[in-house]
């Protein structure tokens, strides 16, 4: 997993609350794998694109300006309804490292970071401020600091986020869960071959 550290990128803004899994990744895409090349097409994919799989002029990541974003800014619970990880999968396959808002869906917060994005909370004002802003310069970009936990907005003023230590940890140095577990090689190496001596029928 990609260590998220310091990333400065373009941001689209998105003015619309309760975001949910079944718009971000509509349900008939759920069987589909994350190797699949036109994966990072379902994100989004009834917001982004009409019946005959067109693409809607008016929304935000299909305008020319914010096309290239990899930062989200939208309003209050995102992602929330059912728990499932590949809508996850679609935002980081298709290129987005964060999403800043107001709330997220609990499982899907985690889901984010499993997955080597960083959700980061903000207040309805600050990201009411950075929506404006980004309204107002279409195509500028946000850096967000891992380290400083702080996000600078598009005139420079720094906003601080709080994450707990062990996602941090995990963000900052591209742990996955699997990751994680192969840091504990050695002591489950000696357990199977103590197992395995102990249980020999087994």
Known sequence: ??????FPA??????????????????RYLLKRR?????????FRDQRFDEQGQ??????????????ARILVPN???????????AAIALQTYGVRCVIAVSFGDIFYNNCIKNGMLPVRLPAAATAEIRAQL?????????VDLREQVVVDVRGTRHAFEIDSFSRHCLLEGLSDIDL??????????????????????
């Open 10 to 27: 373009v941001a689209a803004p998105i003015d619309r609350d309760n975001i949910d899994t079944d718009q971000l990744l509509p349900p």
């Open 35 to 43: 190797s699949d090349p036109a994966y990072p097409t379902y994100l």
């Open 55 to 68: 693409p809607r002029a008016e929304f935000v990541l299909n305008q020319p300006a914010y096309r290239d």
């Open 135 to 143: 309204h107002a310069s279409p195509g500028a970009s946000l850096t």
């Open 181 to 202: 577990t192969l840091q504990r090689r050695a002591e489950i190496d000696t357990f199977e071959q103590k197992y395995r001596a102990s249980f020999p029928w087994a």
């Open 1 to 6: 997993m990609e260590p998220f550290i310091t």
């Open 76 to 86: 209050q619970n995102f992602g929330g309804g059912s728990s499932r990880e590949a």
